[in-house]
């Protein structure tokens, strides 16, 4: 009895330390993505189209992750900063491109993206001071695994339950709320997101095409 009380010890012990290795295997291809790419996400449900120019680069021997948003006439408006650790990943800059043309820089509050670890809950916030408004967003890491495709290919995902709540610097009690569920897979990253609006409404984005050219695609910051 006491031999299988061990083993089962070890076997559990085992399965926990795998769940929180494998984790990080979710995330984005770092080093893959030093030369930058292009991820094409499409809501067909709306026929939105955005596209992420993510790309790797190393200064002061610390690797920063980059993620540029574009719309579907290819005009940058967002940019998002990581820093990559040996625990996860953290914001360290954010910036919104208002109406495609006026840069808006964000002040980091919280900082946490996306933790190797299995956590309760964690967060980043950033506040854009000229835009009169603060992102935050709270994660943590949901219970059940899915299978999505990406160029009829199935993938094993993780879902990252999301909750966005952008608020009013000058009045923080008007604010929006939506929540989120995020699919990475292995070796690719998020593969697709589902937003539940407040007045009901689903956008699901699926990743439909990774692009290696990436010159239409002007970076602004």
């Known amino acids: 009895m006491k031999k299988i009380l061990l083993l089962l010890t070890i076997l559990i012990c085992s399965s926990f330390i795998i769940k929180k290795q494998n984790i990080k295997e979710f995330y984005f291809p770092i080093e893959e993505l030093k030369s930058p790419k292009i991820y094409k996400y499409e809501d067909f449900n709306s026929e939105t189209i955005v596209y992420w120019r993510l790309s790797t680069e190393e200064r002061n021997g610390k690797t920063y992750f980059i993620t540029r948003g574009f719309n579907e006439n290819y005009i940058q408006i967002e940019f998002f900063e990581e820093e990559i650790t040996e625990k ?36 980043y916030k950033v506040k854009v001071k000229s835009g009169y408004y603060s992102l935050e967003k709270k994660r943590k890491l949901g219970e059940k695994k899915v299978v999505k495709k990406f160029k009829d290919l199935d993938y094993d995902c993780i879902v990252m339950n999301d909750l966005y709540i952008t608020s009013d610097l000058e009045y923080p009690d008007v604010n929006q709320k939506f929540t989120q569920e ?34 239409k695609f002007k970076v602004k910051i």
Not at 89 to 117: H, L, M, P, Q
Not at 193 to 198: G, T, V
């Open 182 to 215: 995020t699919y990475y897979a292995k070796g690719i990253g998020i593969i697709g997101y589902k937003r539940f609006l407040p007045n009901g409404k689903v956008i699901d984005f699926k990743l439909t095409e990774i692009i290696k050219d990436v010159n």
């Open 88 to 123: 996860g990943a953290f914001v360290t800059r954010f910036s919104d491109i208002y109406d495609t043309k006026e840069i808006k820089n964000g002040d980091v509050i919280n900082n946490e993206v996306y933790s190797w670890e299995e956590k309760n809950e964690y967060s």
